[in-house]
C-alpha cells in the first residue's frame, strides 16, 4: 500500500499541511490545480495529474483531501469551457 507521503512525493508536492487548493489560471491560460501551503510557496499541476492524484488518494483512504482536489478539479473544468464559448 502507498502511504500518503510518498503519493504526494511522486507527484511534486510536500508533505505538509494544505491550506487551500483551488483553480487557477496559468499565464498561457491554461487551467490549472494550484496547491497552497502556509509555510512554503504554492505549487500547481495540470488538472488530469490532479485528477490522477484524487483517484489514488482514495485509495488508500485520504478521502477528505482527495474530495478538495476533485472540487478544484471540477471547478477548473467547468471554467475552461465557460472561456471557450
Known amino acids: ?3 500518503l507521503s510518498l503519493l504526494l512525493l511522486q507527484n511534486g508536492l510536500p508533505d505538509l ?3 487551500l487548493i483551488e483553480p487557477h489560471r496559468n499565464r498561457g ?3 490549472r490545480i494550484k496547491f497552497n501551503y502556509d509555510i ?3 505549487l500547481s499541476m495540470s488538472a ?3 485528477s490522477s492524484l484524487a483517484t489514488d488518494l482514495h485509495q488508500i483512504g485520504a478521502d ?3 474530495d ?3 472540487d478544484a478539479v471540477r471547478s477548473a473544468t467547468r471554467y475552461s ?3 471557450s464559448r
Open 17 to 19: 499541511p494544505v491550506v
Open 64 to 66: 477528505e483531501l482527495a
Open 81 to 83: 469551457t465557460m472561456g
Open 68 to 70: 478538495e482536489i476533485d
Open 40 to 42: 512554503d510557496e504554492p
Open 48 to 50: 488530469e495529474q490532479a
Open 1 to 3: 500500500m502507498t502511504s
Open 29 to 31: 491560460e491554461i487551467w
